[in-house]
């Protein structure tokens, strides 16, 4: 957890105050609507379907037990009870009144949180690998120039006003679980031979109306010489990226028009005029950030001690008085370690990743109730500390094995020890037109109506990874683009229609899914998605994941399930 | 001020206008006495385009007096119930329990729960008739 300096704790709280004026101006009547909107923007302030919402930033995915607590006060206190953690790593509030948001911004300030860029034509909240730190096959932890570029960023004079939003994500990790491919620019962090830290520069990925995955601009970057070099990159976009045309104003679409080489040339022009001298020294502020994590103390496990979690008989003799392994709850048990139990690289050590898919609630949303229980469980068996991830789960991310089964105890005590994580039920979903003012159909019911369909043929065959994501419009926040299968809500003639893409993956080997045909009704999108994970597990070859067997055998057998014959389709 | 009008047939539909309550941020409807009201039932229905104006040139005077923010006239019902389902959705509120269990009404004692009309219309209609 990075522990604000008095600069961090004095930026924030000027924000808030300066927020808190803006909106006594507006609501005086100082200013106009039109006056106010860049700025309420500016601060995560968006006006919905049915209210205000307010997006808040949780940097980099990492929330400490107060902050998580927090969190669920103002759910409680100045919303209706709940929040929805987004695909951005962030949480919004549906339901704030204006005249308490500058009440709200203090009450985060006060646990060194805000929401400052969580929206407007800036760099946003940067992302990373929701296990940084802890995962087993990490390379470099991104924890700490995940916080030196929130910090390089933040109200950085030059890069308020870009052509369009720009979006960052970090891994330090081979398997990359952050969706770098698919963002402005990604950093791939590697260690390099000397032990001193690279950096891979991915550039021009995205999804929205024009997907692109991104292209390796510039490898093998040095620590010192990244953000002169970022820095240069972001001028180049701000000066060429387009204004005329919002749909063609992301860097993606300067790449496409102009060139990699061309790009590159110039970026590596305005590079060698920087003055690097400002940005030094690097490497002692990233020393000095990471100085400002608290480390968790772990307790040190002998590696010859292999502590594993309680076996599900002996949870099932706890439980029950019975060691039936058959027994239900042990069945449960021993499913939830193997879908939500991550390997950790402390030896005796494990990452929780606990589902906020249940099948009956709504993806990525969490009551004030089960934030407080996040927070709890967080103190007594996670040393205080939280993730969320960019799939709408939340992270324990230090438990002991030999907690294991205490901490599934209190989350299926509290209804959340759901055991899908990475499977199709552990559906992305945006908030569709059930909140959404940009949505041209609801995504929610349908990714309920899907989770009910598909989730006993979880249960009963091994279908494994599989990630089902479903955006209800083109802007495609639930990255329907890259997931295995997507599902994408549009308006037809005032009926919800889905388009159906296979084949996407967000991963280092990221791609875009295909497009299937025309859309189908909302009620035959659940048939199909089942039909189209039967076509998967009729034809798949060993181990293969579904991206594997896809591109194996294409699309025709996938089409044919959705609109064969036996399936009458209802629209054109 | 230019106030939006998304009625897709000015001429054979009724309508009614919405916006936000500026301070709560809340979906409101103007009232036949030019007031705004959060409650559906108590909408006024516009039913022609002297009406219209009439109703709209209210709304952009309490934009401009800092009451509502984004108002416009969308088509509705004779009982003034939206015909677009975004406008049905944000009259009703999301078509789904944000927590099982719990409804608005229990959660917020005097914020409008979902009438009964807009239960039936928006209940996940698989049948994509909504």
């Known amino acids: ?572 | 001020m230019t106030m939006k009008n998304n009625r897709e047939n000015d001429d054979k539909r009724m309508g009614i206008i919405i916006a936000n309550d500026l301070r709560s941020g809340l979906t409101v409807f103007l009232t036949v006495a030019g007031e705004w009201t959060e409650q559906l039932s108590e909408a006024m229905v516009v039913v022609d385009e002297i009406g219209a104006s009439d109703a709209l040139s209210i709304a952009a005077k309490d934009e401009a007096d800092n009451i509502v923010t984004g108002a416009y006239l969308t088509d509705s019902s004779e009982s003034g119930e939206p015909i677009v389902l975004r406008e049905a959705l944000r009259v009703c509120g999301p078509s789904v329990d944000y927590q099982p269990g719990r409804s608005y009404s229990k959660c917020h004692p005097g914020l409008p729960s979902r009438s009964a009309a807009c239960q039936v219309e928006l209940a996940y209609s698989v049948s994509g008739e909504a």
């Not at chain 1, 962030?90 to 948001?101: C, E, G, H, M, Y």
């Not at chain 1, 991104?214 to 970057?221: G, I, P, S, T």
């Not at chain 1, 309920?448 to 279908?463: F, G, L, M, N, P």
């Not at chain 1, 479903?470 to 683009?481: D, K, L, M």
Request: with cysteine.
């Open chain 1, 1 to 572: 957890m990075y522990q604000y300096d008095q600069h961090d704790q004095k930026l924030v709280d000027q924000r808030s105050q300066e927020f808190r004026q803006q909106v006594s101006r507006r609501l005086s009547g100082l200013i106009s609507e039109d006056e106010f909107k860049p700025l309420r923007l500016m601060n995560g302030l968006y006006l919905q379907l049915h209210a205000y919402m307010l997006r808040v930033a949780i940097p980099y995915g990492v929330l400490s037990s107060a902050q998580m607590r927090k969190l669920a006060y103002i759910a409680d206190r100045y919303d209706r009870g709940y929040g929805h953690f987004t695909t951005r790593q962030n949480i919004q509030f549906n339901w704030p009144a204006l005249v308490d948001t500058p009440d709200i911004l203090d009450e985060l300030a006060s646990i060194q949180m805000h929401a400052i860029q969580t929206s407007g034509n800036c760099i946003r909240n940067i992302t990373t690998d929701p296990f940084a730190g802890v995962a087993a096959d990490e390379e470099v932890d991104p924890r700490p120039l995940a916080e030196l570029l929130r910090q390089w960023s933040t109200l950085h004079p030059e890069f308020r006003y870009l052509p369009r939003k720009f979006k960052f994500a970090i891994t330090g990790s081979a398997n990359d679980r952050a969706a770098i491919k698919v963002h402005d620019i990604g950093l791939r962090l590697k260690s390099g031979a000397d032990g001193k830290v690279l950096v891979d520069i991915w550039l021009g990925g995205g999804q929205g109306r024009t997907p692109k995955i991104a292209q390796l601009f510039r490898e093998n970057v040095s620590i010192t010489e990244l953000l002169p070099y970022l820095e240069a990159t972001m001028r180049v976009y701000n000066r060429y990226g387009r204004r005329d045309n919002k749909y063609k104003a992301r860097i993606k679409i300067l790449l496409a028009e102009v060139g990699l080489a061309e790009l590159q040339a110039e970026v590596e022009e305005v590079f060698s005029k920087i003055d690097k001298s400002r940005f030094e020294p690097v490497e002692a502020e990233l020393s000095r950030l990471d100085s400002r994590f608290i480390k968790p103390l772990y307790h040190e496990i002998p590696e010859d001690e292999n502590p594993e979690p309680d076996e599900p008989a002996n949870l099932a003799v706890s439980l029950t008085g019975t060691s039936d392994l058959n027994a239900p709850v042990a069945h449960e048990y021993n499913r939830w370690l193997e879908r939500n139990v991550k390997q950790h690289k402390q030896h005796g050590y494990a990452i929780v990743v606990v589902s906020l898919k249940r099948i009956e609630g709504i993806p990525g949303d969490a009551s004030a109730d089960e934030m407080r229980e996040f927070a709890s469980i967080a103190d007594d068996y996670s040393h205080s500390e939280l993730r969320v991830t960019h799939r709408q789960n939340v992270v324990l991310p230090h438990v002991k094995q030999t907690d294991l089964a205490s901490v599934w105890q209190r989350l299926s005590d509290a209804n959340l020890a759901t055991s899908n994580i990475d499977l199709p039920s552990d559906i992305i979903a945006c908030p569709g037109m059930d909140y959404c003012a940009l949505a041209t159909a609801r995504s929610i019911p349908v990714a309920q109506e899907i989770a009910a369909h598909i989730r006993a043929k979880e249960k009963v065959t091994s279908v494994g990874d599989l990630s089902v994501n479903i955006s209800g419009c083109i802007n495609a926040c639930a990255h329907h683009h890259v997931a295995n299968i997507g599902i994408l809500g549009l308006d037809r003639g005032g009926v919800e229609n889905y388009q159906i893409t296979l084949g996407g993956r967000s991963d280092e080997n990221a791609r875009i899914g295909e497009r299937m045909g025309r859309g189908l009704l909302a009620s035959e999108i659940a048939p199909a998605v089942d039909r189209i994970i039967d076509v998967y597990l009729d034809k798949r070859q060993l181990t293969e994941t579904f991206s594997d067997t896809y591109q194996r055998i294409g699309k025709a057998a996938f089409k044919d399930s959705i609109y064969g014959d036996d399936h009458a389709i209802q629209t054109a």
